[in-house]
C-alpha cells in the first residue's frame, strides 16, 4: 500500500511568538512590536484569549507550505481544495500519463479487498482501452483542423497522444492519487482540523490533517494548546441523507440543453454598473449615459487594467465596480472537471456530499470526443456500467460508501449552484474561454456568457477569452500562449460560433 505522506517544507520559525507580536502591535504606541521582543513568556495565554474571543485575523500571517505525496485526488478536492484559503501546486492529470494501480486503497476486508483491488486493475486497463481507440479520432480532427498538420511528426504524435490521455482519464478512479505543495495559515489548518471530526470526512481526511497538524506541532510545539482549544467534534447532519435519482433526475431536466443555467442575476446590473462608473468619475447621466460607462470599463481598449499581465481588478477604484454585480449558476460537469472548476476559489458553489449519492446506477459525463464514435461511446458506457456494478458488489458485502467512493470514476457527474460576481467571473471566463482549456469548463463558460449576454447585452460582449481582450486592448500579440497557442483566431469570433470537440 502506497504510503501517505506529508512534509512541512517552509514556514514562520516562531509563529506562536509571531501570533503575540502581531497582537501587541495593535495596541502598540512605539512602533511595530518585533517577534524577538515580544514577551512571549507573560503572553502565553493571550493566544487562547485571542482565539476564542474571535479576533482570528493575527493567526493569518503565518503560513506553512507543505509537500504532500500520495493524497487521492478526492481528497483534494473534498478537503484541500474546497475552500478559498489556500494555493496549491498539483501535478496535472490532464496531459501526464497515469502510472498503473496508483489509487488509494482503504482498509477493507480480504473478500472485499479483492473486489476493491479488481475494480482498480480494471479502470486502468479501460484507461489503457480508451486511450488507443482515441488516438485516431484526435489524429483526424487534427488532420482536417486548419490550424494544425497531422504530418508535422514527432510534436503533433506527443499533442495526439496528450490529448487521447486527457480524455481517458475520464474513465479512472477518483481515488487515484496524486500530490503537490499546499500552503495554508494557522486559521485555515485549524478548520481543517474542526472539519476532519465530522461525520462526512473520510479516514484518509482526518489522517492527513493530523499529519499536518503533528508537522506543525514538531516546529512548533505551542499549536498544541490551539488543537486543545478547538478539539470537539462536530455534527454536521449528513448521515442519513440520500440524493435521490429523481432528485438528479429533475436538476438534469431543469438545465435543459445547458451544462450551466443561469437562475439568478443582478436585475438592474447595467444601471448599477453604470452609477458605479458614473462615481468613480463624478459624472451625471448627462454626462456620461450608461452604455459609455459599462464601455468604459468593461472595453479592454478604454480600461487597460483588463488586459494587464497581472490581476489588478482589485486594486483600482474603477475595476472593483465590478463587485456590485452578481450572478447564479446551476450547472453540472464531471469530478474531473469540477477539480479544475474549484480552482476559481473567489466564486463559491454548494452541493451534497458524494457519500449520500445513490450509487446503484451510473451517473457519469461523457466528453464530446467520445460521442463522436458511436462504437467507442457504446464501449465508454458498457466500461461504466461494469465500474459500477463492482462497486455494486462491495455495497453487497457491506463495505460503507466511505471507502467505496474511491472507485468512482473521474467522470463522475457533480451537480452544483455556483454564484459570483461580476469581477471573479470577468477573471474566470478571460482564462475558461481559451480554446486550451479543459473542454467542460469551457463549455460551461460559453454558456454562461451566451445567458449573460441576452440578459444583460453591454455586459456580455465584453466577456471575452483572453486573446480577444488582448486583441481589442491593441496589444501587439494577441495570443500569450506562445507554443500553446490554439491557432486559432478566435479574437475574429463571435461567441456563437465557438465550437470545439477537443
Not at 251 to 256: E, I, Q, S, Y
Not at 265 to 291: C, K, P
Request: a neutral charge.
Amino acid at each position: 500500500m502506497t504510503k501517505l505522506s506529508v512534509k512541512l517544507v517552509h514556514s514562520f520559525t516562531q509563529p506562536a511568538r509571531n501570533i503575540v507580536s502581531t497582537a501587541k502591535t495593535c495596541y502598540s504606541s512605539s512602533g511595530v512590536v518585533l517577534d524577538e521582543f515580544a514577551e512571549f513568556h507573560k503572553d502565553e495565554s493571550l493566544i487562547v484569549d485571542l482565539l476564542r474571543a474571535g479576533h482570528h485575523t493575527i493567526f493569518e500571517h503565518q503560513y506553512f507550505q507543505f509537500a504532500i505525496e500520495n493524497v487521492s485526488r478526492y481528497s483534494v478536492w473534498s478537503l484541500l481544495h474546497s475552500h478559498p484559503f489556500y494555493n496549491s501546486h498539483q501535478v496535472s492529470q490532464r496531459y501526464n500519463k497515469v502510472r498503473p494501480d496508483y489509487v488509494f486503497i482503504p482498509e477493507l476486508p480480504e473478500s472485499a479487498l479483492v473486489i476493491y483491488n479488481e475494480t482498480i486493475k480494471l479502470q486502468y486497463q479501460f484507461y489503457e482501452e480508451l486511450h488507443r481507440l482515441l488516438i485516431p479520432e484526435v489524429k483526424k480532427i487534427y488532420s482536417e483542423s486548419s490550424n494544425q498538420n497531422s504530418n508535422n511528426s514527432e510534436k503533433i504524435s506527443r499533442k495526439i497522444d496528450k490529448k487521447s490521455c486527457e480524455i481517458a482519464r475520464y474513465i479512472l478512479p477518483i481515488g487515484t492519487l496524486t500530490y503537490l505543495y499546499h500552503t495554508i495559515n494557522i486559521v485555515t489548518l485549524l478548520r481543517y482540523y474542526k472539519k476532519a471530526s465530522s461525520f462526512s470526512d473520510s479516514n484518509e481526511e482526518k489522517k492527513l490533517v493530523n499529519l499536518m497538524v503533528e508537522e506543525v506541532k514538531e516546529i512548533e510545539p505551542k499549536f498544541e494548546i490551539l488543537i486543545n482549544e478547538i478539539n470537539s467534534s462536530i455534527d454536521n447532519n449528513c448521515e442519513n441523507i440520500s440524493i435521490s435519482k429523481k432528485y438528479c433526475h429533475d436538476f438534469d431536466m431543469d438545465l435543459g440543453n445547458y451544462t450551466s443555467k443561469l437562475i439568478d442575476y443582478s436585475n438592474n446590473a447595467e444601471t448599477i454598473l453604470a452609477d458605479s462608473v458614473r462615481m468613480y468619475y463624478g459624472f451625471d447621466e448627462q454626462q456620461m449615459d450608461s452604455t459609455v460607462a459599462i464601455d468604459t470599463i468593461l472595453n479592454p481598449a478604454k480600461n487597460k487594467i483588463l488586459s494587464s499581465d497581472i490581476v489588478l481588478t482589485n486594486n483600482f477604484l474603477l475595476s472593483k465596480s465590478l463587485n456590485h454585480i452578481r450572478y447564479t449558476f446551476k450547472k453540472k460537469l464531471s469530478h474531473t472537471a469540477d477539480c479544475q472548476n474549484q480552482r476559481h476559489r473567489t466564486i463559491q458553489s454548494s452541493s451534497y456530499e458524494l457519500v449520500n449519492m445513490d450509487f446503484s446506477e451510473p451517473d457519469f459525463i461523457t466528453p464530446k470526443l467520445i460521442k463522436v464514435n458511436p462504437i467507442i461511446e457504446k464501449r465508454y458506457i458498457e466500461m461504466m456500467n461494469i465500474i459500477w456494478d463492482k462497486i455494486n458488489k462491495l455495497n453487497s458485502v457491506g463495505v460503507k460508501k466511505k471507502e467505496q467512493v474511491y472507485l468512482l470514476p473521474n467522470a463522475l457527474t457533480i451537480r452544483l449552484i455556483e454564484s459570483g460576481n461580476l469581477l471573479n467571473y470577468h477573471h474566470k471566463y478571460s482564462m475558461r474561454l481559451c480554446f486550451n482549456a479543459q473542454e467542460e469548463i469551457w463549455q460551461n463558460s460559453v454558456d454562461e456568457v451566451k445567458q449573460i449576454f441576452q440578459v444583460h447585452p453591454n455586459i456580455g460582449k465584453f466577456l471575452l477569452p483572453p486573446c480577444s481582450i488582448h486583441f481589442l486592448a491593441n496589444d501587439k500579440v494577441s495570443c500569450h500562449e506562445g507554443k500553446r497557442s490554439c491557432g486559432n483566431s478566435v479574437w475574429e469570433k463571435n461567441i456563437c460560433d465557438y465550437e470545439r470537440i477537443l
